[in-house]
Nanobody, 126 residues
Framework: QLQLVESGGGLVQPGGSLRLSCTAS????????IGWFRQAPGKEREGVSC????????LYADSVKGRFTISMDTAKNTVYLQMNSLKPEDTGLYYC???????????????????WGQGTQVTVSS
């Protein structure tokens, strides 16, 4: 059974940092693209970042470039999202998701992703 589990969310002050984790079970991340998405109350889900498991290529939304970094530890079958210089507008429920691919640049439309985690809440507030 393919499963994704997120962790690492919490409450942080503006300017602070958090690291989210997404651990996969039932499949190896090497052959998948992994994306991070977020959804704030009353807003649509938006893509934050993605990584292609085979070649490690990455993509970031303009709103997080230079502040967020996506990475993968294949030994732990886990993808991370390091979030620095957090802003109140980064608040939301963060999801990781995956779709099967081989050596193709990852994309961020949510409709492409087949497997989703349950989400972890990130709140940026003073």
């Amino acid at each position: 059974q393919l499963q994704l589990v997120e962790s690492g969310g919490g409450l942080v002050q503006p300017g602070g940092s958090l690291r989210l984790s997404c651990t996969a079970s039932g499949f190896a991340l090497d052959y998948y693209a992994i994306g991070w998405f977020r959804q704030a109350p009353g807003k649509e889900r938006e893509g934050v970042s993605c990584m292609e498991g085979t070649d490690g290529s990455t993509l970031y939304a303009d709103s997080v470039k230079g502040r967020f970094t996506i990475s993968m530890d294949t030994a732990k079958n886990t993808v991370y999202l390091q979030m620095n210089s957090l802003k109140p507008e980064d608040t939301g429920l963060y999801y990781c998701a995956a779709y099967f691919t081989v050596q193709a640049m990852c994309v961020m439309p949510a409709s492409v992703y087949d497997y989703w985690g349950q989400g972890t809440q990130v709140t940026v507030s003073s």
